[in-house]
């Protein structure tokens, strides 16, 4: 599994249109609000040049992409936190994402209702951080009560404990998301419970129409500078447009994005942008004619990513032989690579780069 998002935002901004067009899951959309009631959860695959490239000079048997888990859930209004609306019950279900992906309406359609009336970027996007803030606040007191008489008694872990805790509700409680609390940065880890949402990396998703009116161009402006403001990654996508694009083959898709001037789909700028906030890379394996990618955080040791296939491949890891995909295109294929003397030889200590092409070699 490469990583784990939830996406969050007001009720009609195009969650579940998103969440659609990424995972080909077909969630029900609707211009009604809170037309999501039930959480969905989906898989999509990653979307990658370099493993179509590859699969293209190797033609494997199969060709597996690396995948993300994402959640759609109900839209968030004033109140969530309070218990207005449906969403701050299905908050449970992405406390443990790694990133949020946070939709915000920038087209324009009268068919379609906005809970603020007028479409107003920052405001919506207050409404919902302030929804989030207010149900980490509501956890955190929660778990300070049940901790206090603990650490009076004298426990120092939880002494520990609340004092980060007590920090944290003051930092909330002046409208500060944890993860712009610099100073406890790496302390929440060793929280007991609390996955708070935000502590989670945020990546901005401006949701703009086809149109490109001039209103819908301030709007997604002031998208941009909100997440620059917080800074956060932000990338516009015209939802309602990519989801149609899923439906259309591969040529066709090119074809598409070509007419519009577009290097690539929204939706490979938003994994890209992703796994840039998430320090991931990617590498690939060719076993027995079956091309994978797998997804694993910057800096991982050649051990651990052979973990990543089986535990028992890190537990009798030997070495790695491997290849760049830099490389490897211009050999053309593994045996050629080798005989060229182009694969290195690495070790326990190896640490795996983006686009490395691995045979891990192991005893079982
Ligand atoms: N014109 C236009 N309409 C869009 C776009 N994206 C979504 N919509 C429409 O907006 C409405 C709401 O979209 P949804 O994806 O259901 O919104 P949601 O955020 O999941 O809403 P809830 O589940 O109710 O919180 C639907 O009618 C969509 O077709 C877009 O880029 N342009
Ligand atoms: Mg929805």
């Given amino acids: ?39 969905h959860q989906g898989i999509a695959p990653v979307p990658d040049l370099r493993l179509k490239e590859i699969a293209r000079l190797i033609q494997p048997k199969k060709t597996i992409p690396a995948t993300l888990e994402i959640w759609d859930i109900a839209g968030l209004v004033k109140g969530a936190s309070q218990g207005e609306g449906l969403g701050n019950q299905f908050l449970s279900h992405i406390r443990n994402v790694d990133a949020l992906l946070h939709v915000v309406r920038c087209f324009e359609d009268e068919n379609v209702s ?32 049940k901790i206090e008489k603990l650490a009076r008694v004298g426990e120092k872990g939880y002494r520990e404990e609340l ?70 990654p932000v990338v516009a996508i015209c939802g ?6 899923e439906d259309l083959g591969e040529e066709e898709k090119k074809e598409f994005l070509k007419e519009y001037g577009l290097p690539q789909s929204g939706l490979e700028m938003l994994v890209a942008e992703g796994y840039h906030l998430l320090n991931l890379i990617v590498f690939y394996t060719v076993v027995s004619k079956e091309l994978r990618a797998w997804t694993v ?9 052979a973990g990543k296939i089986h535990s028992d491949m890190e537990k009798g890891f030997i070495k790695a032989e491997v290849i760049n995909y830099k490389n490897f295109i211009v050999a053309g294929s593994l045996p050629a690579a080798r005989e060229k003397g182009m694969v290195a030889l690495e070790g326990r200590d190896y640490e795996v780069c983006d686009g490395d092409i691995i045979t891990f070699k192991f005893n079982f």
């Fill in 1 to 39: 599994m490469g990583f784990k998002c939830g996406i969050v935002g007001l009720p009609n901004a195009g969650k579940s249109t998103i969440f659609n067009a990424l995972t080909a899951a077909k969630a029900e959309v609707a211009s009604y609000p809170f037309s999501t009631i039930q959480p």
């Fill in 114 to 145: 906005h809970p603020g009336e007028t479409i107003d970027p920052r405001r919506d996007i207050d409404m919902v951080n302030t929804e989030l803030l207010l149900a980490d606040l509501e956890i955190v007191s929660r778990r300070i009560t």
């Fill in 163 to 232: 004092e980060i805790l007590k920090e944290i509700e003051a930092g909330l409680n002046n409208g500060i998301p944890v993860r712009g609390m610099p100073t406890l940065a790496g302390l929440t880890k060793g929280l007991k419970d609390p996955q708070l949402l935000t502590s989670k990396p945020v990546l901005y998703v401006a949701n703009i129409s086809e149109n490109k009116s001039k209103e819908e161009e301030t709007y997604r402006a002031k998208v941009i500078q909100v997440a620059a403001e917080e800074k956060s």
């Fill in 240 to 245: 309602k447009l990519e989801a149609e694009l």
């Fill in 297 to 305: 955080v910057q800096g991982t040791k050649a051990p651990e990513a």
